[in-house]
């Protein structure tokens, strides 16, 4: 069992940052791979970006390229999103994740959860 505490949402104005945290705990960080996901309201979940479990990669989709970056800390068992240049339709619940393959932009391929954190975006 893996237990994911995001934190680090909150208010910003559009053009701002925000970098949110992924806290694991439980099995072994660095045998999963991890991944950020949000969920706006009344809309499905989306991918936003995931990181191989040595961090070496990353892979984004393409509405958060340039501006989201992933980073892990597996000394820390800690996942990050920076999150630069926020636009009001950035505005969700972000959720990490983890997943013993390789890391994918399904979210069915995920194992386990976090509770997720409300960001919100002003114009």
């Known amino acids: 069992q893996v237990h994911l505490v995001e934190s680090g949402g909150g208010l910003v104005q559009a053009g701002g940052s925000l970098r949110l945290s992924c806290a694991a705990s439980?099995?072994?960080?660095?045998?999963?791979?991890m991944g950020w996901f949000r969920q706006a309201p009344g809309k499905e979940r989306e991918f936003v970006g995931f990181?191989?479990?040595?961090?070496?990669?990353?892979y984004y989709a393409d509405s958060v390229k340039g501006r989201f970056t992933v980073s892990r800390d597996n000394a820390k068992n800690t996942m990050y999103l920076q999150m630069n240049s926020l636009k009001p339709e950035d505005t969700a619940v972000y959720y990490c994740?983890?997943?013993?393959?390789?890391?994918?932009?399904?979210?069915?391929?995920?194992?386990?959860w976090g509770q997720g954190t409300q960001v919100t975006v002003s114009s």
């Open positions: 994740a983890a997943d013993r393959g390789a890391g994918s932009s399904r979210s069915g391929d995920y194992d386990y």
């Open positions: 439980g099995r072994t960080f660095s045998n999963y791979a």
């Open positions: 990181i191989s479990m040595s961090g070496v990669r990353t």
